[in-house]
Each structure stands twice: as C-alpha cells, then as structure tokens.
C-alpha cells in the first residue's frame, strides 16, 4: 500500500507544479482546451510528465486530467480496464462543469484489452454507447458496431452522437511522444504534399476497392488546390520532400521497401494511414520488426496516423477519401479520422493531439 499511496502523493505534487506554471508558459490556450479530458497512468513517470507537457502545451485546465494506476505494459484484461480506467473515466467526466468531447490517453496506459484484442480507445470511446463488440468480421456484427459520425461533414459533439473522441500520444519513448504534441501546435496548412503508394497486389476485391479510394482523395484534394500525387508504377516509393498526407499499404505492399519506408518525411500536421493489419500492435519496446509500424513513422516526424492494436480486417481502415477531405476542411485530427472510421468499439487508434487542424479558421 505504501507504493500507491507513494505514487498518488507524487502525482499531486505534479498536478500543483502545474498550477503554480513550473513548466513552458501557454501563450494562449487552445479554444477547444476544455472540451479535452487527459488520462495518464500514475504509475509511469512517461505518462505523467507528458499529460503535463500535453496540458501545458495546450492549455488543459489542470482540474481536465485524471490519474489512474494501471500496468505499464501494452495489455490490460477486461476487468481492469473496467474497474481501473472505464470507470474512473466516465466518473471523472461526470465530475466537471464543462462538456467533454475528447479524451487523450498518454504513453503508459495499456492499448489492448486481452480478451477479444480490442483496443483500449475503442472500448474507452463507445463505453456509452449501446452496441455490442464485433466478435466476427460478418455483415451482421459489424453493422451493430457502425460508428454514427462515420461520413459526417459536422464538428463532433459528445452530447449529440453518445460517445467520445479517444486519440493518444504514444511513441517508443518520451521525446518522441512530446514531438507530437509540438507538431500539432505548429501545424500550419501547407498545400502539401498529399502522398498516395498504390500496391500491385492489392487491386482486387476488397483490397481493390480501397485502394481505389487513394485515386479518389488526389482528386478531391487536387480540386481543393493542393499537391497530391498517386504512385501507380507498382514500386514502393519515399518522395523527396517532406509530406502533408500518406497513405500506403506498408509492408502489405508486394514491393514494400523497408529503406524507403525509413526515408518518410513529413511536415508538423501532417496525417497518414497505413493499410498493415497490426501496425499498433506494440509502443513498448523498439523492434527490427518485419511488419511497417505507426511508430516508426511518429519518430519520423508524422502528427496524426491510425493504427491497429491486432487484426481489424478492412471493413474497420480509415477511408482516405473522407480523411483528408475533412481535414483540409478545417476539421481537427480526432474529427477527421472518426469521420473517416466506419466502426467503433473494434482494433483501431488514433495517435496525435485531437485539436490539431492547421486547416481551420479560427
């Protein structure tokens, strides 16, 4: 008992250091600051520290973060998460005067649920919501997970669609993890460049169908007036300069190049989503693994990226199409890619500050 107490008297004294701005000072809160809740596991140094620095940064309300005690491991089992993180957040949100609409989770707190491979944030996001988990990737289970913002052109609100926006801020370590957030606040809204990687084996069936929608995002983007580019040669190619948007299918990808993959560069605010099945399978441990992962292209400078804690079959990927539609519309990160989501409840995460929109007028 003496650990916890240990780690709760630690994690009030952080809480006062950021009351009493013994950190960067914000110029200016975000005006969307207090729509935010932020959740770091007290039991990881990484986590709190960067809630703080998230909060900072943006001007969370300090009373907007929660501690929990949770493993500092990529699994938690269901009972946990529901006891230790679903629980305390929903009673949390409860608590506060103002309207909650997004909810950021901070490295150290677990992905996966252990049962069923389920993230976290999916659970976490439609915890109101009554709908039940897809068991079976058939028409059936997965239109009862539908999410109802899926293709919506409006800013979210919790109060109207009954769930949250969940993103995290995760990374292999805490440097990477505090890039993010300083991307996100420096976004400016560069015409590009839009970065679309075709796949040679992948234009049949569902996988055609997808890949489809890469042609159809350059053009709603080239209509719009910014730079997109297609690559339909069949190679796996890094361009050049640095990139706005990338879409590819990683190691998917029959030609997939490991090195050229490595070569990504993107500017602050820039978004991608990479067709690889279990692309958030880990952030705790750095691996040369044969599989491309989102982390990979966080500490290759991307804001924003989707990824997949195991399994999610293609019916759950977000549509490209509608991602970049909505974000150079002026929507946030967290807007964007759940408008671009057709399922909740399922395998998917969203990295990235959900207020960062370089796009929006303000």
């Known amino acids: 008992m003496q650990g916890v107490f240990g780690v709760a008297r630690v994690f009030s004294l952080l809480v006062s250091l950021w009351v009493a701005g013994c950190a960067p000072a914000v110029a200016k809160p975000h005006p969307d600051a207090d729509r935010v809740l932020v959740v770091v596991n007290t039991l990881s140094s990484d986590s709190v520290e960067l809630g703080r620095y998230y909060s900072l940064r943006r001007g969370v309300p300090a009373e907007h973060t929660l501690g929990v005690s949770l493993p500092v491991r990529d699994e938690v089992g269901s009972d946990e998460f529901r006891t230790k993180l679903l629980d305390p957040v929903r009673a949390k949100i409860k608590s506060l005067d103002k309207r909650i609409d997004f909810i950021v989770l901070t490295r150290g707190v677990p992905i996966r649920i252990r049962e069923g491979g389920y993230s976290v944030d999916g659970r976490l996001a439609a915890m109101d919501l009554p709908v039940l988990s897809i068991t079976k990737p058939e028409p059936e289970n997965i239109q009862r997970s539908i999410n109802p913002y899926f293709a919506k052109n409006e800013r979210f609100d919790s109060s109207r ?35 679309f990687d075709e796949a040679d084996n992948r234009r049949s069936g569902g996988y055609g169908a997808l890949q489809e929608l890469m042609g159809k995002a350059k053009e709603i983007l080239e209509q719009k007036g910014f730079r997109a580019q297609l690559e339909t040669t069949g190679k796996f190619v890094a361009p050049s300069e ?97 408008m671009a989501s057709p399922v909740l409840k399922w395998k998917d995460i969203v990295i990235g500050d959900p207020l960062c929109a370089p796009y929006r007028e303000l």
């Open 161 to 195: 669609y009954g769930f949250y926006l969940v993103t995290r801020l995760d990374g292999w370590d805490l440097a990477t993890c505090k890039k993010l957030v300083d991307n996100a606040v420096n976004a400016r809204p560069l015409k590009g460049l839009f970065f």
């Open 242 to 338: 640095p990139l706005m948007g990338y879409v590819s299918w990683g190691s998917n990808d029959g030609a997939f190049d490991k090195a050229a993959y490595h070569r990504l560069r993107f500017h602050p605010g820039a978004i991608a989503e990479t067709f690889v099945s279990t692309s958030g399978y880990t952030f705790s441990k750095k691996e040369d693994h044969w599989q491309s992962l989102v982390t990979d292209l966080i500490a290759q400078g991307v804001t924003g990226i989707k990824g997949y804690v195991s399994e999610p079959f293609t019916f759950a990927l977000a549509r490209p199409d509608i991602l970049f539609d909505r974000y150079t519309s002026g929507f946030n990160l967290a807007e964007s890619f759940y």
